[in-house]
């Protein structure tokens, strides 16, 4: 999101309600349409929740596609994607559908659910944030729910700050330095003998090496900048080090209490701070048969600056503002 220090909380404009919805992240803001003209103050009010609680929710809302991307614009620019699968709406170039997903494991010769079971076959290695292998990842996400399943397909995020924060001072002062890689693709289980999904990760790689603690730019907080689909390796140990680090660091971040899990339903809205959270897409949902439409736009990022102020570098395949 655009950088701004305006602190307008939303319980103070009238009308406009904050729910906190768990005890270190989330909540959920009433009483704003966002389909409508909304004035500076509530956008404060919103940038201010998000920043506090990391990811708010709405509900009801009647945001078509140009809506969904005039909304985003008031936090700050919008990704335009040069990629998008045939789901995706033309004439938004923002706008990216993520039914686009059942697409991919029929282009790469697996079926859906093998793809999917080849990319998350350990409990962890789902938490993402979105494209954090770039140099620069998105600063926020706006997920807007189309069609939903009667029952499944929820969302869960994890608060990034209070998982550092809720490390022991030893274990800080030592991950604060620490810098690691991020890799599209790291850790998928390829296929016997040749796999077209492979020689497509090789032929599009995309890496960066990020501090494994980042300090937010506009909060001050420092982040665990760890997830399960994007880290490849801690720099500078080995690999056999990196990966008990790494695991114990993950494991760290998607404790319960640091989480929260949230219901879709038609027209539900989830804006989130990329940069502070990580997310678990549904699993609980490919097998019953029903569909399920989001729509979603990502505003652009900065590229991450550790506590020693010396910012991510790129590796392969991305540059900042260059998407």
């Known amino acids: 999101m655009t950088t701004n220090t305006g602190t307008a909380e939303a319980e103070h404009i009238p009308g406009i309600e904050v729910k906190q919805v768990a005890g270190h992240i989330g909540a959920e803001i009433t009483g704003v349409d966002l389909a409508g003209e909304l ?116 969302t869960t995020w994890s608060n990034l700050a209070a998982a550092y924060a809720g490390l022991s001072a030893p274990v800080r002062e030592f991950v604060d330095g620490l810098r690691v890689e991020h890799r599209l693709g790291v850790g998928y289980q390829s296929r016997p003998g040749d796999d077209s999904y492979v020689r497509h990760l090789l032929d599009h790689q995309v890496a960066s090496l990020h501090p494994l603690v980042r300090v937010h730019p506009e909060t001050g907080e420092r982040i665990l900048s760890v997830n399960g689909y994007y880290v490849e390796q801690i720099a500078d140990i080995s690999r056999a080090e990196s990966t008990a680090i790494l695991d114990m660091l993950l494991e760290q971040a998607v404790r319960p209490e640091y989480t929260v899990r949230f219901r879709w339903e038609p027209g539900s809205v989830a804006f989130w701070d990329n940069r502070a959270t990580i997310h678990l897409a549904p699993g609980d949902n490919a097998h019953l048969g029903f569909p399920r439409t989001m729509h979603r736009v990502m505003l652009a990022g900065d590229v991450p600056v550790g506590v020693n102020g010396k910012p991510s570098e790129p590796i392969v395949g991305t540059e900042a503002g260059r998407w």
Request: proline share 7%; net charge positive; charged share 30%.
């Open 39 to 154: 004035d500076d103050a509530v956008v404060a009010a919103i940038r201010s929740a998000v920043l506090r609680w990391k990811v708010v929710f709405f509900r009801e809302q009647r945001l078509d596609h140009a809506g969904q991307v005039a909304f985003a614009r008031r936090f700050g620019e919008p990704v335009v994607l040069r990629k998008r699968g045939s789901a995706s709406p033309p004439g938004f170039p923002e706008v990216e559908t993520t039914a686009d997903r059942l697409e991919l494991g029929g282009r790469f010769g697996m079926e859906h659910d093998e793809w999917l079971r080849r990319r998350r076959h350990t409990l962890l290695r789902g938490w993402h944030c979105d494209h954090g292998a770039r140099v620069d990842p998105p600063a926020a996400t706006i997920l807007r729910a189309e069609t939903v399943p009667p029952y499944g397909g929820d």
